[in-house]
């Protein structure tokens, strides 16, 4: 069992930055790929990134070039560097483990529980 814990969110305004962590509970270097979703109020939840054991990653377009993924192995944490934050970036953003490299909600099996970020106009 992995649990997971996203921190980092809130509320900021159009152009600026926020970092999220996403905390494992145990030892995901080894075993686990991470991926990034965040969902909007009436919308589906939607991938934003995904990161390899290996570092490798991979992003949705809406976010290319502005978000990057990336992970500590020895903190068990990945991170998401948000910059150039748009209003239409806002939604809970949640992390996830899988053992596929998936840009898909059914390709993770473990769910932290998601922060808010707001990004205002």
């Known amino acids: 069992q992995v649990q997971l814990v996203e921190s980092g969110g809130g509320l900021v305004q159009a152009g600026d930055s926020l970092r999220l962590s996403c905390a494992a509970s145990?030892?995901?270097?080894?075993?686990?790929?991470i991926g990034w979703f965040r969902q909007a109020p009436g919308k589906e939840r939607e991938f934003v990134s995904a990161?390899?054991?290996?570092?490798?990653?991979k992003y949705a377009d809406s976010v290319k070039g502005r978000f990057t993924v990336s992970r500590d192995h020895a903190k068990n944490t990945v991170y998401l560097q948000m910059n150039s934050l748009k209003p239409e970036d806002t939604a809970v953003y949640f992390c996830?483990?899988?053992?596929?490299?998936?840009?898909?909600?059914?390709?993770?099996?473990?769910w932290g529980q998601g922060t808010q970020v707001t990004v205002s106009s």
């Open positions: 990161i390899t054991r290996g570092g490798v990653t």
């Open positions: 145990t030892r995901t270097s080894s075993t686990y790929f």
């Open positions: 996830a483990a899988g053992r596929r490299f998936a840009d898909e909600v059914l390709g993770y099996e473990y």
